[in-house]
């Protein structure tokens, strides 16, 4: 399997910082309530949060329902261009940007451990394989946790590990 999203992994001021990109068919005014819309992010991210992401503020965060929440927090809100959010202790940038074709998604995730950047790669890319089909009117189940693993996603990790060094 390959990992079509561009990606890059940097150290910035002790923090890990994976960047993966992604053109999507779509203008961002299309793009961007599913990065925003607590009933869209449930249809195929793996940041669910108790509401939706149009305002500063806490949120409580989970990936399915009956998991215990971890707290979020929407610290920069610019629609439909870019959305800052605080995942745990992660740090979650999204921009779009405006392409002939519709629109490149870059996703920048902040994290202290460098040990998880393929892994989050690989879900972030199983994830936004989902929206991509969602936002273009294809009805698809979400792929999260276990599930993720029947998609792919170890050789996508292994994938990934290469790509980021």
């Avoid at 890059?8 to 002790?14: M, P, W």
């Avoid at 449930?42 to 409580?60: A, E, L, M, Q």
């Avoid at 009956?66 to 800052?84: A, C, N």
């Avoid at 998604?105 to 989902?130: F, H, K, P, Y």
């Amino acid at each position: 399997m390959t990992h079509p999203l561009d990606g890059k992994l940097e150290c910035r001021d002790d923090a890990w910082v994976l960047t993966l990109a992604r053109d999507f068919n779509h203008p961002p005014e299309t793009i961007w309530p599913w990065l925003t819309d607590a009933e869209r992010l449930r249809r195929w991210s793996p940041v669910v949060p108790d509401r939706s992401f149009d305002s500063t503020g806490h949120r409580d965060v989970r990936e399915n329902p009956d998991d215990e929440p971890v707290s979020g927090e929407v610290l920069l809100l610019d629609p439909p261009r870019e959305l800052v959010h605080r995942w745990g202790d992660d740090i979650v940038r999204w921009r779009l940007a405006g392409t002939d074709a519709g629109c490149r998604l870059t996703l920048e995730q902040t994290m202290s451990r460098r040990d998880d950047a393929a892994m989050n790669a690989a879900g972030w890319q199983i994830c936004l394989d989902v929206l991509d089909d969602l936002s273009g009117g294809v009805e698809r189940p979400r792929v999260v946790g276990p599930d993720a693993a029947v998609h792919g996603w170890e050789a996508l990790r292994d994938s990934y590990a290469e790509l980021l060094g």
